[in-house]
């Protein structure tokens, strides 16, 4: 059992990991949390229509990911990912950088002209920032206010 004071209050978590969940449902922001994790991680946090994913500053721990306008798929190796470029030649596995928070939002198109008919395919919009130097830039903003 793991025991973490945060914000004034104590947390009982299963493991390290519950950690990172815990405080996107305490309401931080995904940068905040990648600017206080520390050693080697690697997480990937899905959220309704958002998926954020992001490794260590230093690359300890492997992070991979596929995406294009309908799809995106993140992993820890590489393996985990081969399956889903068969038939797609525009899908290339990427590796995610040290240091950078990814982020994605996913909405719904529908295809077809009729009511009855259409189809829902994913869009995936990607993105990503240097949680470090927005950290800093974001700090920074606070003080000078």
Known sequence: MNFQ???????KLGSDCEIIH????????AAKICGVLDGEWAFVHF????VFFARDRLGR???????DSNCLVVSSTIE????????HPERKIVECL????YF?????EKLGSGSSDQTTVPVVTLGSVRYHDFLISTCSR????
């Not at 004071?5 to 947390?11: A, M, V």
């Open 80 to 87: 985990g990912l081969t399956g889903y470029l068969n038939g």
């Open 61 to 67: 721990k492997p992070l991979y990911y596929l995406a």
């Open 142 to 145: 606070e003080v000078d206010d």
């Open 98 to 101: 040290p240091g950078v928070l």
């Open 22 to 29: 815990l405080l996107f449902r305490l309401g931080w922001s």
């Open 104 to 108: 994605a939002n996913i909405s719904k």
């Open 5 to 11: 004071l945060i914000d004034g209050e104590f947390y």
């Open 47 to 50: 959220n309704g229509d958002e």
